[in-house]
């Protein structure tokens, strides 16, 4: 068993030479009953928008304080211990840039002991800890709570919960084992693999009280002193704190290995088998049913061990940097300044797409939407379907009745064009055919106003050709969403060689009002997703023509990590749209590109593939498999030959979109396939894996990342 009183620490502590330090000054607390409090106040000097974090200094730090007060408890000097952090915040976890600078593999298992030394002494003090998460707790600062006698949640708390997952590790500093002994193994399992995976989603504090994770929830306006009064009442005995959530001897001998069996396929078929860390904590999450705290703590030191200095920990955390600092400062976005106001905006077409966009638009922005369509059946569809949506929330008390209906007013339906005079940015959602948007876009300009904004939502035709016929194609732009739009994160937002700075300044600041997060791309077939999905759909397509059996071809996608296999992916995004994408790369780059004219005819079917209840692929219908007969060739290849070519394939396509300079850098195409495709964080995005698997030498001899991005060598 390990004794981490015993381990020698200076290794991980020479690193932090910049490390921004949270501090643990502690101060005693008389309570009503007499008794004494010492209250620690985890801070690091900065506001809110730095939260407080645990890198090894802190660590130390906080270590040699618990040491002290356990020494003062034995004394009989307190008889408690609480810890809280400063506003809004206890802790946002550990100090990642530290991890990042651990050098050895020796060194990242000591960032895992120490972690277990320091947060392990809260239920070791000799007399009871109080954790009071009086904000944002992530990660370890959950894990103080979690490593704490008793806790308390301020129900005002921005975010609870343990992301390590999505990151590419493992909960390390008691949360694998101590969570699923204090909620149950069904619950942990959404907390620590579930809702990682659903990119990030965290938990509200009510929540976090329902789930048993907390003991007492209490108003931001008296939390402190709410907390330190029934913190009181635990000591002297009047407030009695049941924990029914705990597993008991049935569900640990029963519904334990039923649940983890359960997840463990829902994660194979959700997400494949190459992602390492969820795998790894379901394990630990296994095995947390027995044995003692001090085995399920050296488990965790080896599994964040091995992770820490792995390749998909250093893919992820370049993704996660993506995802937090280049998603929020737009390469190439014009001044913020020359943004025009947004102050009504007009959709044109009021089909599902276009009633998506209204949502959307009047929920985010909370200006009056307007919608039109070629008859008013179809104008009154559009629009019963935004209520019937506005109700959905109301329902689920997302919005209150007042604002419900305050949405409703707000969006309005008609099929008199001139309504459009006083929009400042009007978008089209109609067929995807130059032509008709061409047409829409030269009967609304007529009643627009001169700087009004005009966008079109084109997946892959040229922006500036559906601009040709305008009499100011300076004010278009591309601004593509992704389906569903709620949902989806991203907004491709297109720059043609006439757009102005001010219609592309109005663009990126009405992206980020809507939530979402925007990426600048040239006026190039397919942008940026688009192109490249359509390689990875035309390499299974030509594979599948060439006589590849389809579950041959669906596997050799597997090592790439992504969250659907191919045809399964087509299925859901649909098989006319995938065509069309098809068509316009082929079009466009016929000698990189493959399409078929079968794939149209397949696409005119009611149903193509077989699906199981996981909606994995199994086969092919009847009516395909008539479809395909005498269209697919004698010369199947291999899953490592269909690999290969997908590999290179993708290597070659975003090295030449660099060297056009559709996207300003590598970056950009990365941020672009994980917000709009999911692309895996573990890869992070495709250019660290196409580094990593060798795709990018073989392609054009050199790396998209100099030096690639590997994990830490072993030591």
């Not at 006439?498 to 990126?508: H, R, Y």
Request: glycine share 10%; hydrophobic share 45%; aromatic share 6%.
């Amino acid at each position: 068993m390990t004794n981490y009183d015993e381990i020698d620490f200076s290794p991980i502590l020479a690193l932090t030479d910049d490390e921004v330090v949270t501090h643990s000054p502690v101060r005693d607390v008389r309570l009503p009953s007499g008794k004494t409090l010492a209250l620690i106040t985890l801070d690091n000097g900065r506001d809110h928008t730095r939260p407080n974090t645990l890198g090894p200094a802190t660590m130390a730090e906080l270590g040699e304080t618990l040491d002290a007060l356990k020494a003062r408890a034995a004394a009989g000097e307190i008889d408690a211990v609480g810890i809280t952090g400063k506003q809004y915040i206890l802790a946002a976890g550990a100090d990642l840039s530290d991890i990042t600078k651990v050098g050895s593999k020796d060194n990242a298992r000591l960032v895992a002991q120490l972690g277990h030394k320091v947060l392990g002494t809260l239920g070791e003090l000799g007399v009871p800890s109080f954790a009071f998460v009086n904000g944002l707790a992530l990660g370890g600062g959950l894990e103080i709570a979690l490593n704490s006698s008793y806790r308390t949640v301020d129900a005002s708390a921005a975010a609870i919960g343990l992301p390590e997952v999505f990151l590419g590790i493992i909960p390390g500093w008691g949360g694998a084992y101590l969570l699923p002994n204090l909620i149950g193994i069904e619950k942990a399992l959404e907390v620590v693999i579930s809702n990682p995976l659903k990119f990030n989603r965290m938990l509200k504090p009510q929540q976090a009280f329902d789930y048993g994770i907390m003991d007492a929830i209490f108003p931001a306006g008296n939390y402190l002193e709410d907390s330190l009064r029934w913190a009181d009442g635990v000591l002297s005995g009047t407030v009695k704190v049941e924990r029914k959530n705990a597993p008991g001897k049935v569900e640990r001998l029963t519904k334990w290995p039923i649940a983890i069996k359960m997840a463990r396929g829902m994660l194979e078929s959700q997400i494949g088998t190459v992602p390492l860390s969820p795998y790894v904590a379901l394990d630990l999450l296994d095995k947390a049913k027995s044995g003692t705290k001090a085995e399920g703590f050296a488990r965790e030191d080896e599994a964040l061990a091995d992770l820490v200095t792995g390749d998909q920990f250093a893919a992820s955390m370049y993704a996660f940097d993506l995802v937090q600092k280049r998603a929020k400062r737009p390469v190439g976005a014009p001044d913020k300044a020359l943004a025009k106001k947004v102050q009504k905006v007009g959709i044109i077409g009021a089909g599902l797409m276009a009633s998506q966009f209204a949502l959307l638009f009047v929920r985010k922005l909370q200006v009056p939407v307007l919608i039109t369509d070629l008859d008013q059946t179809r104008v009154d569809k559009g629009i019963a379907y935004i209520h019937d949506e506005i109700g959905k929330l109301e329902a689920k008390g997302r919005l209150d009745g007042d604002a419900a209906n305050r949405l409703r007013a707000l969006v309005r339906g008609t099929t008199d064009k001139s309504e459009y005079a006083d929009c400042d940015f009007v978008i089209e959602a109609v067929f995807e055919e130059v032509s008709v948007k061409q047409q829409v876009f030269g009967e609304v300009e007529q009643y627009i106003a001169d700087d009004a904004i005009l966008a079109t939502n084109t997946s892959s035709l040229s922006v500036e050709e559906i601009g040709a016929k305008l009499a100011h194609p300076e004010r278009l732009l591309g601004f593509h969403f992704f389906n569903p739009v709620s949902v989806m994160p991203l907004v491709e937002i297109v720059k043609t060689p006439n757009t102005t700075d001010e219609a592309l300044s109005t663009a990126f600041v009405t992206a980020k009002a809507l939530g979402k997060s925007a990426v600048l791309t040239a006026d190039a077939p397919g942008f940026v997703f688009n192109r490249l999905i359509a390689k990875v759909f035309g390499e299974a397509a030509r594979a599948l023509y060439e006589g590849t059996p389809l579950l041959t071809i669906e596997k050799a996608y597997a090592p790439l990590g992504l969250p659907m296999a191919p045809f399964q992916l087509i299925d859901l995004v649909g098989w006319k749209v995938a065509a069309h994408v098809q068509d316009t790369m082929v079009q466009a780059y016929p000698d990189r590109f493959f399409s078929s004219d079968n794939f149209h005819e397949l696409a005119e079917l009611e149903q193509v593939v077989e699906k199981d209840k996981a909606g994995r692929v199994t086969g092919w219908t009847k009516a395909a498999e008539k479809v395909l007969k005498g269209a697919v060739g004698q010369t199947p290849v291999s899953e490592e030959e269909i690999l290969r070519r997908v590999q290179d394939g993708l290597a070659n396509e975003m090295k030449i979109m660099l060297d056009e300079g559709v996207v300003p850098e590598v970056e950009d195409i990365d941020l672009c396939l994980i917000f709009g495709g999911r692309w895996p964080m573990i890869d992070g995005g495709a250019s660290a894996y196409l580094d990593r698997e060798g795709a990018s030498e073989r392609v054009f001899g050199a790396t998209f990342h100099q030096p690639p991005i590997r994990g830490i060598a072993a030591g």
